[in-house]
């Protein structure tokens, strides 16, 4: 298969976290964008697979964590591990948005949103929420820039 170039689309890198009742988990996203201003509206494409994912069908909410470029260690934590088998959140200081999901003091922004719609999109779930809390953490952060090899190295797709 020809190397995908999607590869090279720019985007943040984030964490959604998430709370259904007593449970919380995060994940480290890049596919994250904004897709309408009034209301304010996010789009996330979140893979089933993802333990997250099973947590946003049951509670309708998720909360989208940006990342600074500081805190790359942070997407490494979220990204590369399954809440299914640890607590992510041994260790790692948190605060609550409205609804409840966790804010990481890492964040720059925190976004929450209620899940409006769902679409299965290919291999992922594309989950539209609208805004219902946010804040700015860090003033005049530089947001980290999710780059593929960075994360995944240079031949995986
Ligand atoms: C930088 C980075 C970006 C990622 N972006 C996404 C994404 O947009 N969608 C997705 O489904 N998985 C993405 N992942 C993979 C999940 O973060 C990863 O599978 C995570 O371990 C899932 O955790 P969970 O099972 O606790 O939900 C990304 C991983 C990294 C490191």
Aim: with cysteine; aromatic share 10%; proline share 4%.
């Amino acid at each position: 298969m020809q190397e995908l170039i999607t590869k090279a689309i720019p985007t943040g890198v984030h964490v959604i976290t998430v709370r259904s009742r007593d449970k919380i988990n995060g994940m480290a996203a890049a596919w994250t964008t904004q897709v309408s201003f009034d209301p304010a509206m996010i789009a996330v494409a979140i893979a089933p697979a993802r333990y997250t994912h099973d947590l946003i069908k049951e509670s309708g909410y998720f909360c989208v964590n940006t990342l600074p470029v500081e805190a790359e260690d942070i997407a490494r934590h979220f990204g590369f591990r399954t809440g299914r088998k640890t607590d992510k959140f041994n260790g790692v200081s948190y605060t609550s948005a409205l609804n409840g999901s966790p804010v990481l003091d890492s964040a720059c922004i925190y976004l929450e949103c209620k899940v409006v719609h769902a679409y299965e999109i290919g291999d992922h779930t594309l989950f539209i929420g609208s805004v219902v809390d946010s804040g700015e953490l860090k003033k005049d952060a530089t947001p980290l820039i999710f780059r593929w090899e960075s994360f995944f190295g240079k031949k995986s797709k």
